[in-house]
């Protein structure tokens, strides 16, 4: 049977701009109330914004065989057992007959881009070595892989595309990072996440505050494009979908 992919670029698009349109919501009702949050932070408490890409992925996992399955966003039931922590809160997570099929975090960057680069890295790497530690000692129980997902709505401005330079005073930079901006950086962190096995796909979308009415986005390369991802996730619940029957 041939993979749902759920239309999912114009969702993808419908996500982007509830993304923006949120944040701006966000950030006039801040203003309206007579709260300042600093920087662009009164545009990112209402915590709302990836509901978008939620949608997306809930789409996805429908489409492909597993109506039935239960589907967690948001609330303290994404809450998952750890290993070097007790519990960790993913974003979205899909457990069908007391398995766990996926879990994925949703993240984004609008401005700040060299105060947060390194601490979403760190986050990153982090959660998912946690997660396939607590799997490999059977916190999960004795099921295949679950799908393990990353994906990053990055703003695409001058500051994400300029060029970084680095004082890395004793020894040199590794070459994927010389003369990089951040977009490049997280297009590298997303390659590496898979290439070591930390996620089953990781994805870093591009998207201007313009994409408000146009739902405009960008990808980097096919390896962290949403395509590929959205793929990954059907081909992933397909498998669990034939399983199930």
């Known amino acids: 049977m041939a993979l749902n992919l759920a239309k999912y670029e114009e969702r993808a698009k419908r996500a982007v701009k509830l993304f923006w349109g949120n944040r701006a919501a966000a950030a006039r009702q801040q203003k309206a109330n007579g709260v300042v949050d600093q920087g662009t932070r009164g545009a990112v408490t209402a915590g709302k914004n990836m509901d978008g890409f939620a949608e997306l992925m809930a789409q996805v996992v429908r489409a492909n065989g597993l109506e039935h399955a239960t589907i967690i966003h948001g609330g303290r039931l994404v809450t998952l057992p750890g290993y070097f922590r007790p519990t960790k809160q993913w974003d979205f997570l899909v457990i069908n007959e007391g398995r766990l099929v996926a879990a994925i975090e949703f993240k984004s960057q609008v401005g700040s881009f060299g105060n947060n680069f390194n601490?979403?890295?760190?986050?990153?790497?982090?959660?998912?070595?946690?997660l396939w530690t607590a799997y490999r000692e059977g916190a999960f129980g004795e099921h295949p892989k679950p799908f393990v997902g990353w994906l990053m709505l990055l703003e695409d401005a001058a500051g994400s595309r300029r060029p970084v330079n680095d004082n890395s005073p004793h020894f040199p930079l590794a070459n994927d990072f010389e003369n990089s901006s951040y977009a490049d950086r997280y297009n590298v962190l997303c390659k590496k996440l898979v290439q070591e096995g930390l996620y089953t796909s990781a994805s870093i979308m591009l998207s201007p505050k313009s994409a408000k009415r146009t739902g405009e986005y960008s990808n980097l390369s096919d390896l962290t494009s949403i395509d590929t991802f959205v793929a990954t996730l059907a081909s992933h619940i397909a498998g669990e979908a034939a399983r199930s029957k």
């Not at 601490?119 to 946690?130: K, L, P, S, V, Y």
């Open 119 to 130: 601490n979403r890295t760190e986050e990153a790497i982090g959660t998912a070595h946690d």
